[in-house]
């Protein structure tokens, strides 16, 4: 199997890249460096020619509603365009648990996705995955100075590696529209996460729990972002992923 993958040097695509060549499938990443501008659609159609599906793990982290919908609106259109001009016979999108109850300006453009690709002309499959294991690291990375805001919220943290090993086996399926949604093994809050990875990265920044305003605050706390009926139980857990940062850590001392 031939398989396009949208994102595909970002920190979920690389794992998926990883698991498409380890089953023994052909990978083909979309990247500026291949000639490909998902944003344009510059250079698509070539790329896409001879591939039997695209695993669409395309992403930025934009917090304005227009940014995020002008983003993925484009990116998808792209793609499903591009996709059946070159004969692709199936698209599988990443997309978040919760998405359809959370109004934040992202999730309204994961929203635009799934519209697209639900309503769009190839057949599709889409996966929904609760928060990764590595949410919070960014928020550590990124914060200037001794504080860091976390947002709080109620989720059940998922491996990255598990969803991408998911996402390439729908991939080798018919489409199946929406598919289970995958989630970790045990419920965390987000800033119970953050505490735990800066102590295992021996992070001394100071954690600042606060809750989103208006109605995506109280959706984000309530278990809007929890899966509701039955879902995938991802194996991987979060404590698995504080031993990796502390063998990290422990290994550049």
């Not at 970002?10 to 499938?25: D, I, P, S, T």
């Not at 002309?121 to 990375?141: I, M, Y």
């Not at 729990?209 to 039955?230: C, E, I, N, Q």
């Amino acid at each position: 199997m031939r398989v396009a993958v949208a994102g595909g040097t970002g920190a979920v695509g690389r794992l998926v890249v990883r698991q498409l060549e380890r089953a023994g499938h052909e990978a083909v990443v979309l990247t500026r460096s291949s000639g490909v501008d998902l944003t344009t659609g510059h250079g698509l159609v070539e790329r896409l020619k001879g591939c039997d599906a695209i695993i669409d793990v395309s992403n930025k982290m934009v917090l304005r509603e227009k940014a995020a919908v002008e983003f993925f609106g484009a990116v998808t259109s792209n793609l499903l365009d591009a996709g059946v001009r070159a004969g692709v016979d199936h698209v599988v999108a990443l997309s978040i648990v919760g998405v359809d109850e959370v109004a934040t300006g992202y999730y309204k453009g994961k929203r635009r996705q799934e519209e697209l690709v639900s309503g769009g002309p190839l057949p599709w499959t889409v996966l929904r995955a609760t928060q990764f294991h590595e949410f919070a690291e960014p928020l550590l990375d990124q914060a200037r100075g001794p504080f860091v805001v976390v947002p709080k919220m109620l989720c059940r943290p998922v491996s990255t590696a598990d969803v991408a090993a998911r996402l390439v086996e729908l991939a080798g399926r018919p489409a199946g529209g929406y598919a289970q949604p995958i989630a970790g093994p045990r419920e965390w809050r987000m800033e119970d996460m953050a505490k735990r990875i800066a102590r295992a990265r021996g992070d001394r920044k100071v954690l600042i729990p606060v809750r989103l305003p208006g109605r995506a605050g109280k959706a984000m706390t309530g278990g809007a972002l929890l899966p509701k009926g039955p879902f995938t139980e991802a194996p991987g857990t979060f404590e698995q992923h504080l031993a990796e940062l502390e063998a990290r850590r422990s290994a550049v001392r």
